[in-house]
């Protein structure tokens, strides 16, 4: 049974996760996409950590739980240079709000479970993907009430606590584009991923080049207008003083 006054195993002393391997590539891309997005929405929190198919350790005789995505918040997104191997709750002290599983060809129990541990645990939000459903949703997401989880409807879903919403569309990441996992603000507006944004910037750059080039054209024909004018002007001084000589010759003072 665990003692709470004994020593208390570090990070480096138990394993860092539940050696599983993935059997399904979302099962990397789809929280590693959620972790890149947090890291540019929060570019100036560090209050924050997500973490990938790390385990979270609640005893230290018990094996961990390991979602494929996790959110704590109120915590240091770094601790070291060295950064987490897995994450303790008798070090952490908090337990993440969000727990993320993308469902393999085989099956581990994130219907059944993996639900009972996250509840109890505490986390707040339970996100289940199945991209294998061909009828029913993709996209589940549960809230803890009474000890356990209640689905919500909607997508995206705002989660008042995270201060984010979430939920899934079409986009483009890693030059894929399928259905991805996706933070949305509160007005349900989708933050787009860094290939998108990096597209919108190649965009604005080329449209703001499109405008200098245009108004470097404006400018230009300006210049050769006004020349234009000049030279009119010139020309028409020209022909009156010319004008002018002829009536003198003839004996009339302009």
Do not use: C
């Amino acid at each position: 049974m665990f003692d709470p006054h004994a020593r208390l195993p570090t990070a480096d002393e138990l394993p860092d996760s539940d050696d599983t391997p993935v059997d399904n590539e979302l099962q990397d891309l789809m929280p590693s996409l959620l972790k890149r997005l947090l890291a540019s929405i929060w570019s100036d929190r560090w209050d924050w950590f997500w973490g990938t198919d790390m385990g979270i350790y609640f005893d230290p005789d018990d094996v961990p739980v390991v979602p494929d995505g996790f959110l704590a918040l109120g915590v240091p997104r770094v601790k070291d240079e060295n950064l987490r191997r897995s994450y303790l709750l008798w070090e952490e002290k908090v337990v993440p709000i969000l727990a993320l599983e993308v469902v393999s060809r085989k099956r581990r129990s994130e219907y059944r479970q993996k639900k009972l541990d996250y509840a109890e645990l505490g986390i707040r939000y339970y996100v289940i993907y199945n991209a294998l459903r061909q009828v029913k949703d993709t996209f589940e997401i549960y809230r803890l009430e009474g000890g356990e989880y209640v689905r919500l409807s909607g997508n995206p879903v705002w989660l008042p606590e995270v201060g984010l919403g979430i939920g899934v569309e079409r986009g483009v990441d890693q030059g894929v584009e399928r259905e991805w996992l996706f933070w949305y603000d509160e007005a349900g507006r989708r933050y787009p991923t860094p290939e998108e944004r990096a597209a919108e910037a190649l965009q604005a750059a080329e449209a703001e080049r499109e405008r200098a080039e245009a108004e470097r054209e404006r400018a230009e024909a300006e210049r050769e207008r006004a020349e234009a004018e000049r030279e009119r002007a010139e020309a028409e001084r020209e022909r009156a003083e010319r004008l002018a000589e002829r009536l003198r010759i003839l004996g009339f003072e302009p």
